[in-house]
């Protein structure tokens, strides 16, 4: 091990003199061994796992709200009613619509155009019997021919009417069927539409807020309440980008609160969300507990370490003892070169330069 005497008449000597003393006055501490982890920073907040805000596809006035905060509630449960006039007058007129367009109702201009093929069906028949009858007394010169051309055109004009009947029947049947289904289509849109005027859980879990009150207006881009799990909670922790590189799921978190002081939870990471907020250059990373406190709640503050590396039975040193992260100084005075390992706010890993036998000073700042 190589030392350097603190002597006016070396350059690093020099550096130091004026940094610290090698009076015997000085605070002193021999290296001990222990745990030592070293950890990112970061701040964030408790928020319900599935935690939502709940908006309408409704412009309106709230009506009625049907829940208070605090109050759980199941899929589908409704929260508030929207009043909408516009939307329950198309939603009756589209039923007006319906019952105008059912085939039932139309069922008697069907069978109007029924009654009229059968008849022009049966017309049809008879011209065409009568029309061979001529042709037959025409080949036995019974007749004129004039009267022969006369059963032919009756029987043109009755084919005619036949097929024309029969044409009709089929568009307005078309025509039935197309406005049935399209009334029907209009009908649903607008039930649709109406049933977006009461706001429904998409979750099994717990109300936390509501945000709006009775009477208020209201449009498709207002929050209307704070929804999420009443049981299961995760941590959201900003962490800032020149640490994130040293993070990834699965790694311990030792949670504080001022909530709970004096206490340390334990979490592990969950998720990295892998973008960068452009404002507060930090990510997102998302964690659970371990050891779930009692009682939490949404928006919570919580301040968190994430364990990056951990060692035990480490030789460890205060920082305060340590000069530019390079040197320490022994109760002789002397300037001895050591190499860090693992770092924390308050401790350091010595890996090279000292043992446990090594008396340091702290340098004078």
Known sequence: MSTMRCTPFMF????????????????????????ISESVYASGLI???????AYANANGIIQEIFVVEGDTV?????????SNEAARLNRENAELNRAYADRQ????????????????????????????RQKRLRDQGIGAAVELEQRQLAFDNSKTAYETSRLRYQDLKRE???????????????KALESDLVLKSEIKGRVYAILKEKGEMVNAQTPLAVIGSATEYILEMQVDEY?????????????SMDSYRGQTFEGIVSKVNPIMDEQSKSFTVEGIFVDEPKVLYPNLTLEANIIIQSRENALTLPRAFILHDQYVVNSTGDTIAIRLGIKDYQKAEILEGIDENAEIIKPMQ
């Open 12 to 35: 690093l000597g020099m550096v130091f003199l004026g940094i610290f003393s090698c009076s015997s006055s000085e605070e002193k501490v021999f290296p001990i061994r222990e745990n």
């Open 243 to 255: 640490d994130i590189v040293n993070v990834s799921r699965g790694q311990r978190i030792l949670i």
């Open 74 to 82: 199941e899929v589908g449960t409704p929260i508030l009613s929207i």
């Open 47 to 53: 928020r319900s796992r599935y935690q939502y805000q």
């Open 105 to 132: 109702a139309n069922q008697t201009r069907l069978n109007d155009l029924e009654m009229s093929i059968a008849y022009s069906k049966t017309k049809y028949e008879n011209d065409s019997l009568l029309l061979e």
């Open 176 to 190: 039935i069927d197309f406005n049935e289904r399209s009334a029907s289509k209009n009908l649903a849109i607008t």
